[in-house]
């Protein structure tokens, strides 16, 4: 059966959204675009007029980069808060690149391919070493991080749409 529903308006779309879910819609502007609500929030997400998009906002790498990167920085000024160490600001510098496996004895198999993301972080204050290496053991356990290095399961469903 023909799904006939039109477009939906982002306002009723923000309005639908329960505590704990996001809704990613396409806008229909450009080859990309995409608006992404919380029921508090709007964003954007695009690809790079390169890649044939509108570079209207960050791509999905980046937003998951970015996702990475504040959820340490929270993690960690919260954890020094707590401690009361004197640290003033935490910069994280995110890049992410697909890579061979080392050692892939059949390196033309996509499986053999990892995703691998740097993550630089740099605390500001006047902190002592052991302060620092403890930090930045702490930046590895923040939530998204811990997500990201566990077992994930994606379940992909089609629901109806409503007229």
């Known amino acids: 059966m ?18 704990g879910t996001v809704v990613v819609a396409s806008t229909g502007a450009g ?8 029921g508090r929030h709007v964003l954007h997400a695009d690809e790079p007029v390169a890649a044939g998009g509108g570079d209207t906002g960050p791509g999905p ?3 998951l980069l970015m996702a990475l990167g504040s959820c340490t ?5 919260l954890y020094a808060a707590q401690k009361k160490w004197p640290l003033d600001q935490v910069v994280v510098r995110l ?7 080392r050692d892939c004895a059949n390196c033309e198999d996509p ?3 990892i995703h691998r993301i740097e993550k630089g972080i740099e605390l ?4 002592d070493e052991a302060q620092r290496i403890r930090l930045l053991e702490i930046a590895d356990r923040c939530p998204v991080h811990r997500t990201l290095t566990s077992k994930i399961e994606i379940r992909s469903t089609l629901v109806a749409a409503s007229e």
């Open 111 to 113: 499986g053999a391919m």
């Open 2 to 19: 023909a799904n006939t529903a039109s477009r939906r308006d982002p306002s009723m779309l923000q309005s639908s959204i329960s505590a």
């Open 73 to 77: 920085s929270m993690t960690v000024r």
């Open 61 to 63: 790498y980046e937003l």
């Open 95 to 101: 890049s992410q690149e697909r890579l061979h496996v």
């Open 31 to 38: 080859a990309f675009q995409q608006i992404m609500l919380d």
């Open 124 to 127: 500001i204050g006047s902190l």
